[in-house]
C-alpha cells in the first residue's frame, strides 16, 4: 500500500511546516523539531512569527501573507531556541486550501556558497566541484586558442592584434576555469604587482570588441597612483564583468556611457575579519553608468550568488567579483545616484607592498 501524506512528511529530510490562514502552525515534522529544538506538540498552534524571525523584511512580510509565494536563499534566519543560521527557505500557497502554505527551509549547499567558510572536509567539495563542466570547457577553448593562431598566420600585421587579443582572453579564461574549480577551497594566491591601468585598458578592450550597441568609454584618471597589491587575471576578471555588466546596464540610454574614475584615499582603512590589525585600501576605481540601476529589492543582495536583475542571467558575475575582491583584501561596494542618474560600482584595493 502507498505510504500515507503524514508518512511521507515525517520522512522528509528538512525541516517542513504546515501554516495556517492566520499563521498558525499546524503540522510540524522531525527534521522540524530537530532544527527548532521543539517538539511538534509545542510548535502546534503557535504564531510561526514567534517562531521564525527573519531579518529580511520582504520574506517576514511573504511569512505572513496568505497569498505569497517565494523562494530566498541565503537568508539570515533566528528561532526561538536562539538558533542563527543562513537558510534557503521557499513558502508555497496549498492548493484549493486558500491562505494555507507550506513552508520549508535548510542551510545551503556548500557548492553554493562560492568560496564562502563552511565545516566541510576537502573530500566532500570535491564530489561537487564542477570537474567535469571544466572539461567540456577546456577543450573547445584548446581549439579555440589553435584556431587562431593558424588565422594569426595568414593575416596582416594590421590585423593580428585581434588574434593576439582572441589567444590571450582563451588563457585568461582557462585559468579562471582552474579557480572556479578551486571556489571551495580557502587557498588564496599572494599580491603581485600589478599596474592597474594595464589591467584597466586591455579589459575595456575586451568588453568594446564584445559590445553589440556603442557605448561610449570616458576616463577620470589619478596619473599618481601608486601599484596595486593584487592578482592580475583576477583584476582583468573583476574588471571585464564590471565593464560587460555597465554595458549591458546602459545600452538602452540615450547616450549610453561608461565612466571609469580612479583615486587615492589615503586615510581608508579596514580591519581585517579575525585580525585586531587594520588594512589601508587607498586605490579607489569607480565603475560608472546611467543606466537605470537595479531595483531596490535585490541592491542589497546584489553580490550574493544566484541574485541577478537579467532576464537569461545566473547570479553568478558579481558573486564571483566579490569572491576575488575579498581575496585580495579589498572591498567592493553598489551605490546609486539617483540624482544624477548614475550607478558606480566602486573597488577599494590595496597597494602593493615589498
Known amino acids: 500500500m502507498q505510504p500515507d501524506l503524514a508518512a511521507q512528511i515525517s520522512c522528509l529530510p ?51 501573507d496568505a497569498n505569497a509565494d517565494m523562494v530566498a536563499r541565503m537568508t539570515p534566519l533566528e528561532t526561538q531556541s536562539g538558533g542563527a543560521y543562513d537558510v534557503d527557505i521557499a513558502i ?10 507550506i513552508v520549508t527551509f535548510s542551510e545551503p549547499s556548500p557548492s553554493l556558497l562560492l568560496g564562502s567558510p563552511h565545516k566541510e572536509t576537502g573530500a566532500s ?32 600585421d594590421k590585423d593580428k592584434p585581434l588574434t593576439q587579443l582572441i589567444r590571450t582572453e582563451v588563457e585568461r579564461i582557462a585559468k579562471l576555469v582552474d579557480q572556479m574549480q578551486s571556489l571551495g577551497s580557502q ?29 561610449t568609454f570616458y576616463e577620470e584618471y589619478d596619473p599618481s597612483l601608486p601599484t596595486v597589491g593584487g592578482v ?46 587594520a588594512k589601508a585600501l587607498p586605490i579607489e576605481i569607480t565603475i560608472s553608468d546611467n543606466g537605470p540601476g537595479v531595483s531596490e529589492d535585490i541592491a542589497e543582495h546584489l553580490f550574493s550568488p544566484f541574485v541577478t536583475s537579467k532576464t537569461n542571467g545566473q547570479g553568478l558575475g558579481l558573486a564571483l567579483v566579490q569572491k576575488l575582491v575579498t581575496d585580495m583584501q579589498g572591498r567592493v561596494y553598489y551605490e546609486r545616484d539617483a540624482i544624477r542618474g548614475l550607478s558606480h560600482f566602486r573597488l577599494l584595493l590595496p597597494s602593493y607592498e615589498n
Request: aromatic share 6%.
Open 232 to 277: 592580475r587575471d583576477a583584476l582583468a576578471q573583476i574588471f571585464l564583468n564590471l565593464f560587460s555588466n555597465a554595458i549591458e546596464a546602459c545600452h538602452d540610454a540615450q547616450k549610453p556611457q561608461i565612466t571609469i574614475t580612479t583615486r587615492y584615499s589615503s586615510g581608508v582603512k579596514f580591519r581585517l575579519p579575525g585580525s585586531d590589525k
Open 125 to 156: 567539495l570535491r564530489v561537487q566541484s564542477p570537474d567535469i563542466l571544466a572539461h567540456e570547457i577546456k577543450n573547445p577553448l584548446a581549439g579555440i586558442k589553435g584556431a587562431a593562431q593558424l588565422l594569426e598566420r595568414k593575416l596582416q
Open 187 to 215: 587557498t588564496v594566491q599572494p599580491p603581485e604587482p600589478c599596474n592597474i591601468y594595464e589591467i584597466l585598458a586591455h579589459a575595456r578592450a575586451v568588453a568594446e570588441a564584445a559590445q553589440v550597441s556603442s557605448v
Open 14 to 64: 528538512f525541516p517542513y511546516l504546515l501554516v495556517s490562514p492566520d499563521n498558525l502552525i499546524s503540522v510540524a515534522n522531525p527534521a522540524a523539531e530537530n532544527f527548532l529544538r521543539q517538539s511538534a506538540k509545542t510548535l502546534q498552534g503557535r504564531d510561526i512569527g514567534s517562531v521564525l524571525q527573519f531579518k529580511d523584511q520582504r520574506v517576514e512580510r511573504a511569512l505572513h
Open 92 to 101: 508555497a500557497s496549498v492548493t484549493q486550501s486558500h491562505g494555507w502554505r
